[in-house]
């Protein structure tokens, strides 16, 4: 037929920082969200179990996490401090301030940076 793409707009599209931002913010949402709910329903069974039982399942939890500890530790530390300034960002643009382009790239470069820091300062 005609020698031309279906969507000429996706060849062309820039993604906006402020919508990526978003996007990151809801995801670092359900997963801190989904780690306490599971922390908690395991420390609930853990309760409610024999203390022998949960020995052995702590001792082949430790077992499997050691090796993943502490990148799990800097994500976990990650997705938090991200989430609680962008969360910061997004009241800041609640109550009106800082809404321009400007602003916004130089606040991704400041959270970039910041959260850089804070992680290198964890496993240091």
């Given amino acids: 037929m005609y020698n031309r793409p279906l969507s000429p707009h996706i060849t062309i599209y820039a993604v906006q920082e ?3 931002s978003s996007i990151w913010h809801r995801i670092s949402g359900i997963l801190l969200s989904s780690l306490i709910v599971f922390s ?3 420390f609930q069974l853990a ?3 024999n203390y022998e039982q ?3 399942n702590y001792v082949i939890f430790n077992n499997i996490v050691f090796f993943f500890y502490e990148v799990l530790y800097v994500l976990i530390i990650l997705f938090l401090s ?3 300034l962008n969360g910061l960002k997004q009241l800041l643009w609640d109550l ?3 809404l321009n382009q400007k602003f916004i790239f130089v606040f991704l470069i400041t959270i970039s940076f910041f959260i ?3 992680i290198f300062l964890l496993i240091f």
């Fill in 116 to 118: 850089y820091i804070f």
């Fill in 47 to 49: 309760l409610h179990i």
């Fill in 82 to 84: 991200y989430h609680a």
């Fill in 54 to 56: 949960f020995l052995l």
């Fill in 18 to 20: 402020s919508s990526l």
């Fill in 40 to 42: 908690s329903i395991y």
């Fill in 96 to 98: 009106g301030f800082f």
